[in-house]
């Protein structure tokens, strides 16, 4: 077996960095804090990408409903490619034809921090995803507090489900992607991008 050392190269493959105003990024470590960042994506089908700095790339979920601060919401989120630190901050308009084609936004953005125990103590990002369990604590512009990533099922359909804890930042009263559909970055909604064309 092959073994595959370049986390990006799935990213890469699937783009033409000549047509895509993506960025075509490199692995490497951001800073004190792990950032995250969940991305509003207009595509085919809406959705929202929630990606987590871990090991010098983006491990990124799609998650079609988007986060909930309801700890009663379970939100699916299925796994897609990892994405370069640089990421994060891309807003813009993908053409037609190119994959992902349509609309992204950095819906938020920030840092977290690993809770994630395992027999009383804490283990790192990378095992606790390879474990199919993370607990994180995200400290973005909109969304604050805890959150886990629980996986249900494996092999070729690997899903994974995303969950606010209960605590103090949650709240069942709102539904805060309606309440603030706008850019973390820009301020900018992806109505108005599209309508922009960048
Ligand atoms: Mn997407």
């Known amino acids: ?3 595959e050392d370049d986390p990006l ?21 951001k800073g004190d804090d792990p950032i995250f960042v969940i991305q509003k994506h207009s595509a085919s089908r809406l959705h929202y990408d929630l990606r987590l700095e871990i090991g010098g790339v983006l491990k990124s979920w799609a998650v079609p409903k988007g986060p909930s601060t309801n700890p009663k919401d379970k939100r699916l989120a299925v796994p897609t490619e990892d994405h370069p630190i640089g990421y994060e ?25 690993n809770l994630t125990v395992k027999d ?8 606790a995803i390879r474990h199919g369990y993370a607990a994180f604590r995200l400290e973005g512009r909109k969304l604050k507090g805890s959150y886990s990533l629980t996986r ?16 103090e930042y949650a ?15 820009s301020g900018r909604t992806v109505e108005e991008i599209a ?3 960048h």
């Open 1 to 3: 077996m092959v073994k």
């Open 9 to 29: 190269r799935e990213y890469r493959d699937k783009r033409d960095f000549g047509l895509t105003p993506e960025p075509l990024g490199a692995q490497g470590e």
């Open 89 to 113: 901050s891309f807003e813009g308009v993908i053409p037609e034809g190119q994959y992902g084609a349509g609309t992204v936004i950095a819906w938020d953005i920030g840092s977290y921090r």
């Open 120 to 127: 009383g103590e804490q283990i790192p990002m990378e095992l």
């Open 152 to 167: 249900f099922r494996g092999g070729k359909d690997e899903s994974w489900l995303l969950t606010k804890k209960a605590d």
């Open 171 to 185: 709240d069942s009263t709102r539904d805060i992607l309606v309440a603030e559909p706008y850019s973390a970055l």
């Open 195 to 197: 309508a922009e064309g």
